[in-house]
């Protein structure tokens, strides 16, 4: 499985950007995709993870601003960011799991919010 992602980019705090993740290869044992993060001396973080069958789950901070999505027909997956925070800086990496439990990721992409 590869993972490939879009550029984030800068944003001012406020704003919205889309990341988008498109999947190659075997994607067909894909079961579990997800975005996680990792900011500036922390431990990398979930952000939002999408089944195949759609059920998505989220941690709180981000809960009400982002959406998580996924387009089975084209291989991707997105993140939709709104009302971005400047906590909200980090790289961002897409992840996907399979049926196999193993874990492939995307490039990281960075994103930075600016106040």
């Known amino acids: 499985v590869q993972l490939q992602a879009s550029e984030g980019g800068l944003v001012q705090a406020g704003g919205f950007r889309r990341l988008s993740c498109a999947a190659s290869?075997?994607?067909?044992?894909?079961?579990?995709m997800g975005w996680y993060r990792q900011a500036p001396g922390k431990q990398r973080e979930l952000v939002a993870a999408i089944t195949g069958g759609g059920s998505t789950n989220y941690t709180d901070s981000v809960k009400g601003r982002f959406t998580i999505s996924r387009d089975n027909a084209k291989n991707t997956m997105y993140l939709q960011m709104n009302s971005l925070k400047p906590e909200d800086t980090a790289v961002y990496y897409c992840?996907?799991?399979?049926?196999?439990?193993?874990?492939?990721w995307g490039q990281g992409t960075q994103v930075t919010v600016s106040s």
């Open positions: 992840n996907a799991q399979t049926t196999l439990r193993l874990d492939y």
């Open positions: 290869g075997s994607i067909f044992m894909i079961n579990v």
